[in-house]
């Protein structure tokens, strides 16, 4: 079968770390997206990932293990603007995303 | 560049109505895809087109119709409109396929049918 899995809402301090965790299950997996949503927005790309480690841009990070269909986003120096709903999304082929339901970030002062 | 745009940002539908999404996006990307956001729920995929003349059917087809005549638009049609068809629909584009790991948004479409 093909699945997503990530919490549904978490909460964090402004300032500090945060890790949003994705597990996954996609036939032929090639690749795994994170975005972020804010509240009546449209998704923004964070990261692709298509080979296992871990990857850096700034102050997000994404991390995947393709042996365990395991991927996670990490959020150092929480500002309050980071306080959105963060979509994972994985694909096997080359036009369908398999979505989680997102995760909402509360990020409190 | 202006990106992917789409039109109407929210819009009231009866039941039976029929209406257009339009969508355009001026990066001359070949890929387009139209997907439906529902609370609580990841995006579904409605529709897509590889390049212009070339659509297929999603996870999620059933009530809709689309065509690509020009690669800069890819209008999304539904047809008899239902309660179920009430959602946040999202236009998005990419220059080749996912495997580029790109993947450009619109604002959203926020339809309500009653």
């Known amino acids: 079968g093909q699945n997503i899995d990530q919490p549904t809402e978490m909460t964090a301090t402004e300032g500090a770390i945060v890790q949003i965790n994705c597990t996954y299950q996609t036939s032929g997996f090639y690749g795994l997206f994170w975005f972020q949503q804010h509240a009546g927005e449209a998704p923004t790309f964070l990261s692709y990932n298509v080979l296992d480690g871990l990857e850096e841009k700034g102050r997000f990070s994404s991390f995947l293990s393709r042996s365990k269909g395991y991927s996670y986003l990490l959020l150092k120096e929480l500002q309050m603007k980071d306080s959105a709903s963060y979509l994972c999304?994985?694909?096997?082929?080359?036009?369908?995303?398999?979505w989680g339901a997102g995760t909402k970030l509360i990020i409190k002062p | 560049n202006a990106g992917v745009t789409q039109t109407p940002k929210f819009r009231i539908l009866k039941i039976g109505q029929s209406m257009t999404l339009q969508c355009a996006q001026d990066m001359n990307h070949n890929y387009m895809y139209w997907y439906r956001q529902d609370p609580g729920m990841g995006l579904k995929l409605i529709y897509y087109s590889v390049g212009a003349g070339i659509t297929d059917k999603g996870e999620v087809p059933n009530g809709y119709n689309v065509s690509r005549s020009t690669t800069e638009d890819f209008p999304l049609r539904l047809e008899l409109a239902a309660p179920s068809q009430t959602s946040v629909y999202f236009c998005a584009s990419s220059e080749g396929g996912l495997n580029t790991g790109e993947l450009f948004f619109g604002e959203g479409s926020r339809l309500t049918v009653l």
């Open positions: 999304a994985s694909h096997g082929s080359n036009y369908q995303l398999i």
